[in-house]
C-alpha cells in the first residue's frame, strides 16, 4: 500500500519560514507527479504547488516566490520550502501524488500568527 506522510508543520510568526517534507513509501519516480495542496478553514482545497517527474514545477499565483517545491529522488522525499509566511498561509497541507491513482498523505497543520 502506497503511503504518503508529511511532516514539518508547526506554529511561525508571519515573516517566518517552514519546510514541510513528504516521504512516499516507493520511489517517488513511480509518480507523475507530486504536489502540495492545502485546506484552510472554511475553504476549499487548493493545489500549492506540483513537480513533474521531469522535474517541472507550477504555483499558485498567491505563494509565487515565496515557496519553492522539490524532490530528492534518493530520499523518496517531496518538500515545500515556505518563506515569508503570512496569516493567510494557515491551514492543513496535504501531500499528494499521483500515478494512475491519486494518493494522499494525513495532513500537517501550519498556522501563521501574525
Known amino acids: 500500500q502506497v503511503q504518503l506522510v508529511e511532516s514539518g508543520g508547526g506554529l511561525v510568526q508571519a515573516g517566518g519560514s517552514l519546510t514541510l517534507s513528504c516521504v512516499a513509501s516507493?520511489?517517488?519516480?513511480?509518480?507523475?507527479?507530486m504536489a502540495w495542496y492545502r485546506r484552510a478553514p472554511g475553504k476549499q482545497r487548493e493545489l500549492v504547488a506540483r513537480?513533474?517527474?521531469?522535474?517541472?514545477?507550477d504555483y499558485a499565483d498567491s505563494v509565487k516566490g515565496r515557496f519553492t517545491i522539490s524532490r530528492d529522488n534518493a530520499k523518496n522525499t517531496v518538500y515545500l520550502r515556505m518563506n515569508s509566511l503570512e496569516p493567510e498561509d494557515t491551514a492543513v497541507y496535504y501531500c499528494?501524488?499521483?500515478?494512475?491513482?491519486?494518493?494522499w498523505g494525513q495532513g500537517t497543520q501550519v498556522t501563521v500568527s501574525s
Open positions: 513537480i513533474t517527474s521531469g522535474g517541472s514545477t
Open positions: 499528494n501524488g499521483f500515478a494512475v491513482v491519486t494518493y
Open positions: 516507493i520511489s517517488i519516480f513511480r509518480f507523475n507527479s
